[in-house]
C-alpha cells in the first residue's frame, strides 16, 4: 500500500479507535451499577448549609434511632430493618413517617427506598432485599409533627 494511502488510513483508524473506546467506557459507566454519583448531588452542595442547619437541629432534638438489619428471612428474598425512635428522655415517638434510603457500598447506583411500618410504640419495620453481604449505608428521614430528624447509618452486613 503506498504511504500517501497507508496515513490517512492509520489516522482515520486512531480516530475510530478513540471514538469506539469513549463509546465502551460511556456504556460502562451508565450501565455498569458498581458506578454510581451520588443523586443530585449538585442541589445538595448547593443545600450544604440546610444539611448544617439539619444536623444541628437533629443534634438539639436529642432524638436518638438506633436500627438494626436481621438475618436473610426464611423465604431468601428480603431482610428485616428495624428503627427504635426515642425522644431525649428515652420516651418513644409514635405515629411517626420513618422513610429510609439504603444501598450497598459496591453497588451504591442500586438505591432501594421504602417507608418503615410502625410494629410497637416507636418501633418500626420494613423488609428489603439487602441480600449482598457487605457495608450498606442507611439513612432514615422521620416526620413526627411538625418536626423531621435525620440519621445516617452504616452496618457490615454478614450471610
Do not use: C
Amino acid at each position: 500500500m503506498k504511504p500517501e494511502v497507508r496515513w490517512p488510513l492509520f489516522i482515520i483508524g486512531l480516530l475510530v479507535m478513540q471514538v469506539g473506546l469513549g463509546l465502551f467506557f460511556l456504556f460502562k459507566a451508565t450501565s455498569d451499577p458498581s458506578f454510581a454519583v451520588e443523586e443530585d448531588y449538585y442541589q445538595k452542595a448547593v443545600n450544604w448549609e440546610d444539611k448544617q442547619a439539619q444536623d444541628q437541629k437533629n443534634s438539639r432534638l436529642g432524638w436518638t434511632l438506633d436500627q438494626s438489619v436481621g438475618a436473610i428471612n426464611d423465604d431468601q428474598t428480603s431482610r428485616t430493618v428495624t428503627a427504635e425512635l426515642r425522644r431525649a428522655d428515652g420516651s418513644a415517638i409514635n405515629a411517626a413517617t420513618v422513610r429510609i434510603e439504603t444501598f450497598h457500598n459496591v453497588r451504591a447506583g442500586e438505591i432501594l427506598r421504602g417507608d418503615l411500618k410502625e410494629t410497637a410504640p416507636g418501633l418500626y419495620e420494613i423488609q428489603l432485599p439487602m441480600l449482598r453481604p457487605g457495608l450498606w449505608e442507611m439513612r432514615f428521614t422521620v416526620e413526627s409533627g411538625s418536626e423531621t430528624f435525620t440519621h445516617t447509618a452504616r452496618e457490615h452486613l454478614s450471610r
